[in-house]
């Protein structure tokens, strides 16, 4: 069993950034794949883009990339998601998720949820 605890949403101003953390812990195994997702108000729950646990190769959704930066410490067990130049529209509530499936953005592939954490971006 996994749990994992996101922290480090908040409010910001568009343009601005944001870091969030997902601490995980119980068995992590070294075939794990870590995705971030986020969820708006009405809307399906949307990947954001994940890391590979162990040799941390990365995949990101178009509408985040060149914006926004994911990374693990496999020592610390943490995932990390850095958020830069913010828009509104970036607004949700994000999540991190595990899996064995590499690299999908396919919600029901991952195994173990965080409760999730807001990002609120103002215009």
């Known amino acids: 069993q996994v749990q994992l605890v996101e922290s480090g949403g908040g409010l910001v101003q568009a343009g601005g950034s944001l870091s969030l953390s997902c601490a995980a812990s119980g068995q992590i195994f070294s075939n794990y794949y870590m995705g971030w997702f986020r969820q708006a108000p009405g809307k399906a729950r949307e990947f954001v883009g994940g890391?590979?646990?162990?040799?941390?190769?990365?995949l990101y959704a178009d509408s985040v990339k060149g914006r926004f930066t994911i990374s693990r410490d496999n020592g610390k067990a943490m995932v990390y998601l850095q958020m830069n130049n913010l828009k509104p529209e970036d607004t949700a509530v994000y999540y991190c998720?595990?899996?064995?499936?590499?690299?999908?953005?396919?919600?029901?592939?991952?195994?173990?949820w965080g409760q999730g954490t807001q990002v609120t971006v103002s215009s």
């Open positions: 890391i590979t646990w162990s040799r941390g190769s990365t």
């Open positions: 998720a595990v899996g064995r499936l590499l690299y999908t953005p396919n919600p029901g592939a991952y195994e173990h």
